[in-house]
């Protein structure tokens, strides 16, 4: 058994014999949920959620699933939860222990063990590591019917399929699982009637965090000091980046700016050296997170100012991605989407 894993079974004080899956499924309708780790033993089942940083949504994240879990009474086994992650958000423990929810701290040695998108160079393209169903929401021809609809309404299937270049059989498929999601509406025109829905749903799907690689603490004073000088820099390079969720958000006309993060896509994972170069010992300033990408988000980023940022539609899809943080941000630009019939 790899050490990582040794390590959990033992700081949990599950039985070295227990079995243990990644990506453990939970079919909720026509929906197919994945927790990181399913450890089962004799007469306990249970779900471990990794992240990077433990935090409400993380504790709120494997709390739904455990009510989700479908068993029959004569073979359920005891539940026990697990939130694992390099770090704590000081303010979640006491929500974990009313919840029942139990945290581990792993070492960085062994969390890297559970993120291989830490290996990736220039060999492996770095949006090759993660493969979303097809038919998710937030897979790359889903995601762009979806911010088709939004932008501009189409009559109908066929006008969809036309407009996105994805063929009507595939388009088909994909209103269908809006629909049967209660995003769009059934037979009144492609709208999105329920934005929040579709928001969850993606924050469901895609986390932004399951993309993150590493975060350095900078001394910049704000992120658009952060943002102006390493953009600066890596253009300087040739680097390919992009800055996105809040970071991004503001050049497409976002009124909410974080200044203690900042959120850039590194593809490249020898790059990420130069803005390791950036860190300082105490956490002085903005925290600059580096992600790597599931898909090539470098084809459709746009350029503000000598500063290159993800596209209004991946934009949309990354403020998502990050649930009750980027909600707000992520709303108003549903409203500018829809107003300006394009992304």
């Known amino acids: 058994m790899e050490p990582e894993y040794q390590y959990i079974l033992e700081k949990l004080g599950i039985p070295p014999d227990a079995k243990v899956v990644r990506e453990y499924p939970i079919v909720v309708g026509d929906r197919e949920l994945l927790v ?24 709120y994240r494997i709390y739904a699933f455990s009510h989700l879990i479908g068993v029959k009474p ?50 492996i393209p770095p949006y090759d590591h993660i493969k979303l169903s097809p038919s998710r929401i937030t897979s790359e021809k889903a995601w762009k019917i979806v911010c088709t609809i939004l932008a501009d309404k189409p009559p109908n ?43 969850n749903a993606v924050s469901w799907e895609r986390p932004l965090e399951a993309l993150h690689v590493e975060t350095v603490n900078t001394g910049f004073k704000t992120a658009t000091d952060c943002i102006n000088e390493v953009a600066l820099n890596l253009n300087k390079q040739g680097v390919d980046y992009a800055f996105t969720a809040h970071s991004s ?11 203690d993060f900042a959120y850039i896509y ?68 549903v409203n500018k989407i829809g107003r300006k019939g394009r992304y």
């Open 36 to 59: 990181d780790i399913a450890v089962k033993s004799r007469d306990t089942l249970t779900l471990i959620e990794v992240k990077p940083r433990i935090n409400e949504d993380t504790i």
């Open 74 to 123: 004569e073979e359920r086994k005891r539940m026990r939860l697990v939130c694992a992650g390099k770090s704590l958000k000081y303010s979640t423990q006491e929500l974990a222990s009313k919840l029942g929810i139990e945290t581990l701290i792993i070492p960085p040695k062994l969390y890297h063990s559970f993120v291989p998108t830490g290996t990736i160079s220039k060999e």
């Open 157 to 199: 299937i066929l006008a969809l399929s036309k407009q996105t270049g994805i063929s009507y059989g595939w388009t088909n498929t994909i209103v269908h699982k809006l629909e049967n999601s209660e995003i769009i509406p059934r037979g009144y025109g492609l709208t999105v009637k329920d934005v929040d829905r579709l928001l």
């Open 249 to 259: 958000a503001t050049y497409y006309g976002s009124s909410i700016i974080r200044d």
């Open 266 to 333: 590194i593809p490249d994972a020898l790059e990420r050296n130069f803005l390791r170069t950036y860190s300082v010992e105490e956490m002085s300033g903005c925290a600059l997170k580096m992600y790597v990408p599931d898909r090539d988000v470098m084809k459709s980023s746009k350029v503000f100012n000598g500063i290159r940022v993800v596209d209004h539609c991946q934009n949309l899809l990354d403020l998502a991605g990050l649930g009750t943080d980027g909600r707000t941000s992520a709303k108003d630009l």
